[in-house]
């Protein structure tokens, strides 16, 4: 027996790891994966056996399992049933016991609205065709970054001089997520997927390996408050810059990459010693207001000779609208919403699970706000933090967005089942680790395939429901709220949304 | 002629290799059966670690084969597919194969009542893609053309 239960630090846990032992035929292909030492193989007794207190719920034991003998089970509250306190009692006995705020990942798992399934889409009948993407062309393409107020054609083309665009063939890309925070693997799959699929995969803010500069052409590079990895090249080979002001699932605060997660690959990345924390801090030392954001927005584009889109990244908070607004006056030519939902590498738990507004009445409000004071062509609106399939993308572009940011739908593709554990380091799936051993589960040729998939498949499904609509342009669908209608939101969110209730 | 290609930056250390391995190489070719009521085969893959490398191990089927020089008896031969196998039937157990392969990969079963036999990876006669390549869950292991 290596553990021994003890009262003290006792708390019940949150799964129960079942093993059919009829089953089990004690190949511990599960001892192994399991990174969290929550399975063990007792040789005297040769029994493979689960301490469930370790257990996060990953599942990667169950997924492994040759026979199938692995059930990974919620472990059910024991308490006596009390609506108030139930989901508090563990929460309250983990600060009393360890004197820390619980640090969590990923996104706000709390049961707020999801506004998304509100949201219903038209479809054509009788008096308007629909259209079939299979045998008629569907445009998807997208172009980020600020548009003409009005635009002059000669017989030689285009008269009027533009401002330089992103291309995109499909209106979705990968958000933000560093090298660092996620495995070098999964990085190169990103990488491979977004140049394959003619869209752009965001660096992050820990820079770039130069491993990863041959996907310039696609790649958004990040600017943010640690100002890690961030030099000339590194900007040269971005397509865009983002300025990070904000993250969705930790707005109001910085970020923390523990040192563990700094290896000698990351620390040259970034730019900072090995095994040091890399804490970048809550605000841009240099953005205290607008007029100074637009001063670092003007000395990047200064610096990549007005060639590039400059994108400023914030999460959405009360005052969205007029903040966006500011935004898109200081000179940015994306503004990307992240949501409260997105996800994070590492967040402590209260900020993460209660700061932020939901991405579709963000988005709602600051592209209602920018049409209303006539400056909606000087920005591209990015939705971000949520999106969690192909119908929240075509519902996102109906409510204004142009594009979407995926991060965490990716990630899943590749293998993440949200166990929160991203700020371990521990990653049983190989992605959110800089451990060279478990980083080896993510194969890129497998991971960037799938990717590939997952954007192929959203992408002929967007088709098919503008095709259901009648229309064969994502641009006719850009806005189109009246191409949305609510159900079961009241007056006021109808109104805050834009759109109609179902059967108006 | 294909071999099972190792790509060790992809191997995670599962063991599933040598799982499928066995069950191949026995009687019901069962999983559970395999494992648990019959005489178990040896895998004839070895999962090798050393943090942070892990790979699995099979024979080369080489083309100046050692072990087929140094066999006493003509047990360890090459088959009609190129491929090479020992002959159960002939092999004494004497393990001078063993004793020449440069890469380790061939294990004795000292279970038969008379001699011993030499066991190695046979490409799995019986089927066409070999079943440690079929059940990496990584790609590890691949079956190509040399
Ligand atoms: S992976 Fe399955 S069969 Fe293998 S030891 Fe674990 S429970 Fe048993
Ligand atoms: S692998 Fe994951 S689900 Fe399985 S026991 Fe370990 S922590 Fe729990
Ligand atoms: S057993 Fe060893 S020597 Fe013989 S073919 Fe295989 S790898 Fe070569
Ligand atoms: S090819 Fe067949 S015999 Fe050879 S190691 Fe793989 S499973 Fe075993
Ligand atoms: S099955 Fe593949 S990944 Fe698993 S140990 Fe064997 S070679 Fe490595």
């Not at chain 1, 309250?92 to 219903?120: E, Q």
């Not at chain 1, 371990?424 to 998939?453: E, F, M, Y």
Request: charged share 25%; aromatic share 6%.
């Amino acid at each position: 027996m290596k553990w021994m239960k003890n009262l003290k630090t006792y708390v019940p846990p949150s799964f129960v790891v079942e093993r059919d032992d009829y089953r089990c035929i004690r190949c511990k292909a599960c001892v192994e994966q399991c990174s969290f030492d929550a399975t063990f193989y007792d040789e005297e007794e040769d029994r493979v056996w689960t301490w469930n207190a370790n257990c996060v719920g990953c599942n990667r034991c169950a997924a492994i399992c040759p026979t199938d003998a692995i059930t990974v089970r919620r472990a059910d509250p024991t308490y006596r049933y009390n609506h108030n306190w139930n989901g508090h009692v563990d929460g309250l006995k983990k600060r009393a016991i360890f004197g820390g705020t619980p640090v969590v990942s990923m996104g706000n798992d709390k049961p707020y609205p999801i506004y998304w399934d509100h949201m219903l889409l038209n479809a054509s009948q009788v008096t308007n065709p629909s259209i079939d993407p299979l045998r008629e062309p569907m445009e998807l393409k997208t172009f980020l970054g600020r548009k003409p107020d009005s635009i002059s054609v000669s017989d030689d083309g285009l008269k009027t001089k533009l401002a330089p665009q992103l291309e995109l063939d499909i209106p979705i890309m990968f958000a933000a997520m560093s090298y660092g925070a996620l495995s070098y693997n999964v990085i190169e799959a990103l990488g491979r997927a977004a140049k394959e699929m003619g869209t752009y995969y965001n660096s992050g803010e820990g820079g770039l390996n130069k491993d990863h500069y041959k996907f310039k052409g696609n790649i958004i590079v990040q600017v943010a408050s640690g100002r890690f990895g961030v030099h000339k090249d590194y900007l040269d080979v971005g397509s865009a810059i983002e300025i990070k002001i904000g993250q969705g699932a930790k707005p109001g605060i910085g970020g923390h990459l523990p040192g563990e997660k700094v290896s000698e690959t990351i620390s040259e990345t970034r730019m900072m010693p090995k095994g040091s924390d890399a804490l970048s801090p809550a605000p841009h030392h240099d953005v205290y207001s607008i007029e100074d954001l637009r001063q670092l927005i003007y000395a990047l584009k200064e610096a990549t000779e007005y060639k590039k889109p400059i994108a400023v990244k914030i999460a959405c908070v009360h005052n969205v609208a007029a903040i966006a607004s500011g935004i898109a006056r200081a000179g940015a030519d994306i503004i990307v919403l992240d949501g409260f939902k997105g996800g994070t590498g590492a967040s402590p738990q209260v900020i993460r699970d209660n700061i932020g507004l939901p991405i579709e009445v963000s988005l709602a409000v600051v592209d209602e706000r920018l049409r209303q004071e006539g400056i909606r062509q000087y920005v591209s609106i990015v939705a971000s933090g949520g999106i969690r399939n192909s119908m929240d993308v075509v519902k996102a572009i109906a409510l204004g967005a142009d594009a979407v940011y995926i991060g965490t739908a990716a990630l899943v593709a590749i293998g993440c089942t949200m166990c929160q554990q991203c700020h371990t380091g521990k990653c049983a799936w190989g992605i959110a680790t800089q451990d060279p051993h478990l980083s080896k589960r993510v194969n890129p040729d497998i991971a960037s395939k799938r990717l590939i998939n997952l954007l192929e498949v959203w992408a002929l499904e967007i088709k098919e429901t503008m095709g259901a609509m009648g229309i064969n342009s994502i641009e006719s669908l850009r806005g189109n709220r009246l191409n949305l209608r609510g159900v079961g939101l009241n007056e006021k969110e109808l109104e805050i949304l834009g759109i109609l209730p179902a059967g108006e | 002629m294909k071999i099972v290609k190792i790509r060790e930056d992809n191997c995670i250390f599962c063991h599933l290799c040598e799982v499928a391995c066995i069950v191949e190489h026995s009687q019901s070719k069962d999983i559970i059966k395999a494992f648990k009521r019959e005489e178990r085969p040896i895998a004839r893959c070895t999962v090798e670690f050393n943090y942070p490398v892990s790979l699995s191990v099979m024979c080369r089927h080489c083309d100046d084969a050692p072990c087929i020089e140094a066999c006493q008896n003509g047990s360890m031969h090459r088959d009609e597919r190129g491929y090479v196998v020992v002959n159960p039937e002939t092999c004494v157990g004497c393990w001078m194969c063993i004793m020449a392969c440069p890469y380790g990969v061939i294990k004795r079963d000292t279970r038969r009542e008379k001699w011993g036999l030499s066991t190695k990876c046979d490409l799995c006669p019986d089927r066409v893609i070999p079943a440690c390549v079929e059940a990496c869950p990584n790609e590890a292991l691949t079956f190509e053309e040399l």
